[in-house]
């Protein structure tokens, strides 16, 4: 099925009725590791990125009725990803947020541990920065220096114009840079 388009194959899914079939399954095989790849670089998780894949495809799966063949496939699949991923940050950080209530109510230190240590010092600073971010932000980042994608495309994901996509990717960049300066001041490296 690799020599079907993306259109050919969402047509088939919904041919297929309610069933699982080798059309969605070629649809998922063909675009899942793009789309776990972008979610991985968003979460910094690899469980966290897998439950977003099973969520995304489980989203796309039940509202394919509704996708429109003019767009790019790929780009409503990672808008849909990147909605999945916000949603489970913010989940996430309700969560924390109980949690640390909750230690400061029993007076309990929680230590943050880093996974950097096999990371070279510049990896590990840009994914500190990067995780410092907010999803938003960080998302339209790996959007367009990960998965290149251009500002139309990255419009499509995010559901604006090009030019609107262009200017929150260098809104986030400039976050992005102040971020990094900031950190770099506190260390004491300018």
Not at 1 to 28: P, W
Not at 51 to 76: C, H, M, N, P
Not at 79 to 100: G, H, M, N, P, T
Not at 135 to 155: C, Q, V
Request: glycine share 6%; proline share 2%; with cysteine.
């Amino acid at each position: 099925m690799t020599e079907v388009s993306d259109q050919e194959l969402v047509s088939r899914c919904l041919e297929a009725g309610q069933s699982y079939d080798a059309a969605f399954q070629a649809l998922y095989e063909r675009h899942s590791p793009r789309v776990f790849g972008f979610l991985l670089k968003l979460t910094h998780s690899r469980g966290a990125a897998e439950d977003a894949l099973q969520e995304t495809f489980l989203r796309v799966y039940k509202s394919l009725e509704r996708f429109d063949s003019g767009r790019d496939l790929g780009a409503w699949l990672l808008q849909i990803a990147r909605y999945v991923a916000i949603d489970a940050f913010r989940v996430e950080r309700k969560v924390k947020r109980l949690e640390e209530r909750r230690a400061s109510e029993e007076r309990e230190l929680v230590p943050a541990g880093e996974s950097g240590a096999e990371k070279s010092e510049r990896e590990q600073v840009v994914n500190e920065v990067m995780a410092s971010l907010s999803p938003e932000d960080r998302s339209l980042l790996l959007l367009r220096h990960y998965e290149e994608l251009t500002f139309k495309a990255i419009g499509e994901v995010i559901d604006c114009s090009a030019r609107t996509a262009q200017n929150r990717v260098a809104a986030a960049a400039k976050r992005f840079q102040q971020e990094l300066l900031q950190r770099r001041v506190q260390g004491g490296e300018l």
